[in-house]
């Protein structure tokens, strides 16, 4: 029997290559949103991240690199609410990517799902930064990680509608798994309800929100504004007013404010994972919530 190597060869090199276009290509604007797609596509898609824990998501240079990952996305997902506003509209229009425009196509923002804290009823440029549309930092509420989880299996089934079935599973053993979770969080941070923390910017209002945890005070005058001395002062005095335990910031915040008030007030300044890679341990969202607590209850008890 003869057999014909390069009709077999030829057709497994097209079965290889059909099985490689069918895996979607996503983009995403933070770490968070990556870990989210990862849980929901299960290896069903080549993930990728713009920015790092280490990066102000704010302030991201449109390099070409990323507007070359853009060019063959097949979704885009970014927190929205105007935090990506200074350099996302770049790589879109840099990208010619005509799927990735539009939130009715493969654009896909995270705050367009959720109810967003903060929102503004005027804004003008005498109040700093202020996000029109509301804070962004929506994955720091793990009610709000579930909604979206959801949001975004139905974007995944709109471009990818051959794997829905997959997709919906996906979504299932999550939601499983993040229902667990979210009971064990709830329960381990009992200790926390009603603790006063001055933090910079409203970085984490979802999480504190969640924890039952009152910020106080923001290291920043106004929003994106450096602390200023007079304002540190203020600061200070609210400290020993509200007897405030804890100073909290992320790790791309600048720490020099920080430090100046923890050691003139005598109180323990605690730098919080915003996002996965915030830490070593910070692997997933699930360890990211576990790392918050722990962090956070640790911090205490050494005040204690």
């Known amino acids: 029997m003869h057999i014909n190597f390069k009709t077999i060869i030829t057709t497994l090199s097209l079965t290889f290559s059909i099985s490689v276009q069918a895996q979607l290509n996503i983009f995403t604007c933070e770490p968070e949103y990556a870990a989210l797609a990862k849980e929901l596509t299960q290896g069903q898609a080549k993930i990728f991240s713009a920015t790092t824990a280490q990066q102000d998501p704010h302030y991201v240079q449109a390099r070409p690199s990323l507007i070359s990952k853009m060019r063959r996305a097949d979704l885009v997902i970014c927190a929205g609410a105007e935090l990506e506003a200074g350099w996302l509209p770049m790589l879109q229009m840099k990208s010619h990517n005509r799927d990735v425009q539009s939130t009715d196509k493969g654009l896909f923002f995270a705050s367009d799902h959720v109810e967003n804290f903060d929102i503004p009823v005027t804004v003008d440029r005498s109040m700093g930064d202020v996000h029109a549309l509301g804070n962004p930092h929506v994955h720091l509420d793990p009610h709000r990680v579930l909604i979206l989880a959801q949001a975004l ?17 996906n979504l299932d053993n999550f939601s499983q798994k993040w229902h667990v979770a979210l009971n064990k ?6 200790p926390l309800k009603g603790i006063k923390v001055i933090a910079y910017h409203s970085t984490f209002r979802y999480l504190f929100e969640f924890l039952n945890i009152e910020q106080v005070g923001d290291l920043e005058p106004k929003p994106g504004m450096p602390p200023t001395s007079k304002h ?14 804890l100073v909290v910031y992320s790790a ?4 020099k404010g920080v430090k100046w008030l923890t050691e003139k007030a005598d109180i323990t300044n605690l730098q919080l994972p915003y996002t996965i890679g915030g830490n070593e341990q910070v692997t997933d969202l699930f360890s990211l919530f576990n790392q918050h607590i722990q962090l956070l209850t640790d911090a205490l008890a050494l005040k204690s």
């Open 153 to 169: 299996t139905k974007k995944l089934i709109q471009i990818d509608g051959d794997h829905r079935e997959q997709y919906q599973q």
């Open 185 to 190: 969080w709830q329960t381990q941070a009992a």
């Open 232 to 245: 540190l002062l203020s600061l200070l005095k609210t400290i020993k007013n509200q007897q405030v335990p």
């Open 252 to 255: 791309y915040q600048d720490d």
